[in-house]
């Protein structure tokens, strides 16, 4: 059965660095979403992406993140200048579309010193 | 008040119960209701969903959802060693256009062989 991967598993980086997390969504997913959990605290909401553009998008989502499909098959997401408190589990999920059953990945655990 | 409110246990039971986890909402607008496992460092598992109101069924899983009471539960029968986790309830209001999941903060769940 098709699942989401996501790369690399475990990500350190210095603060003030910038940090590119990926996902391969499952191929017949049409929209994707990026979440992430702080150590200990619930899963929150960053962004959707639906026909090559964002959807939605939290408070969270500022102008330190971005969103990409460069090929069609990677879904990215880029933290342009990282700071301690984005120290997290990143989850990446896809969605079918018909109804709104969402797919997760296994995570990428980000770590900024 | 928050959006979606669980109890975060843990929740502690001997092989075979059945257990019953819980989540309010305040949300009227949710109309699709998911229930996630979630294992340590790990991505959440989609285990149940359902649409508005009533029951599903799904092997020794059943789900609930009262939109009068503001109010979704899941029930495992049979209980088993396996099924120690993290259930995240999980919810959209997707028919208003609003397809990301709000989470609540997760139920740990341990059962004692």
């Known amino acids: 059965e098709p699942e989401v991967t996501q790369t690399p598993s475990h990500q350190v980086t210095q603060m003030g660095q910038e940090v590119i997390l990926r996902c391969v969504p499952i191929?017949?997913?049409?929209?994707f979403y990026w979440y992430r959990q702080i150590l200990g605290q619930k899963v929150e909401f960053l962004v959707s992406?639906?026909?090559?553009?964002?959807?939605?998008k939290s408070e969270i989502f500022d102008d330190q993140f971005s969103v990409e499909r460069p090929d069609g098959s990677n879904f990215t997401l880029k933290i342009r200048s990282t700071k301690l408190e984005d120290s997290a589990m990143y989850f990446c999920?896809?969605?079918?579309?018909?109804?709104?059953?969402?797919?997760f990945g296994p995570g990428t655990r980000l770590t900024v010193l | 008040q928050k959006e979606v409110e669980q109890d975060p246990g843990p929740l502690s039971v001997p092989e075979g119960a059945i257990v019953s986890l819980n989540c309010t909402y305040s949300?009227?607008?949710?109309?699709?209701f998911m229930w996630y496992r979630q294992y340590s460092r790990k991505g959440p598992e989609l285990l149940m969903y359902?649409?508005?109101?009533g029951n599903k069924e799904d092997g020794r899983f059943t789900a609930q959802v009262d939109k009068s009471s503001k109010y979704i539960s899941l029930f495992i029968r049979d209980s088993q060693p396996s099924d120690s986790a993290t259930y995240l309830c999980a919810m959209s209001a997707k028919d208003t256009g609003r397809r990301a999941l709000t989470f609540g903060s997760g139920t740990r769940l341990q059962v004692q062989p």
């Open positions: 359902t649409y508005s109101s």
């Open positions: 191929s017949n997913h049409l929209y």
């Open positions: 999920a896809g969605e079918r579309g018909a109804n709104n059953e969402q797919f």
């Open positions: 949300n009227s607008a949710f109309q699709y």
């Open positions: 992406f639906y026909n090559n553009e964002i959807s939605e």
